[in-house]
């Protein structure tokens, strides 16, 4: 099993940038499949991003692509979102969350592993 805390959402205007970052418990982060989804007032929770064990293969939302970055740093069982060139339609809250599986999932009920989430406000 593996705990999630988020950090670094906060409020920024259009065009900024912001550095998400979730901190993973436990020793076995490496095997883990990371997502990065998001969910703003009103709507579904949508994915954003996803990475494997590695980090050697990504997947974004089209329209987070060219602006958006996830990595992950192994020995420090964190996983980031870089996000640049922040629209006011980025506004959301924000949740990492875990799979413990071979393959990268684009939907969020393939993670069973979720953190509180952080708030990213992007102001016009």
């Known amino acids: 099993q593996v705990q999630l805390v988020e950090s670094g959402g906060e409020l920024v205007q259009a065009g900024g940038s912001l550095r998400l970052s979730c901190a993973a418990s436990?020793?076995?982060?490496?095997?883990?499949?990371m997502g990065w989804f998001r969910q703003a007032p009103g709507k579904e929770r949508e994915f954003v991003a996803a990475?494997?064990?590695?980090?050697?293969?990504?997947y974004y939302k089209d329209s987070v692509k060219g602006r958006f970055t996830i990595s992950r740093d192994n020995a420090k069982n964190t996983v980031y979102l870089q996000m640049n060139s922040l629209k006011p339609e980025d506004t959301a809250v924000y949740y990492c969350a875990a799979a413990n599986t071979a393959s990268i999932y684009l939907t969020s009920s393939a993670y069973p592993y979720w953190g509180q989430g952080t708030q990213v406000t992007v102001s016009s």
């Open positions: 990475i494997n064990w590695s980090g050697g293969s990504t």
């Open positions: 436990g020793r076995t982060f490496s095997r883990y499949i």
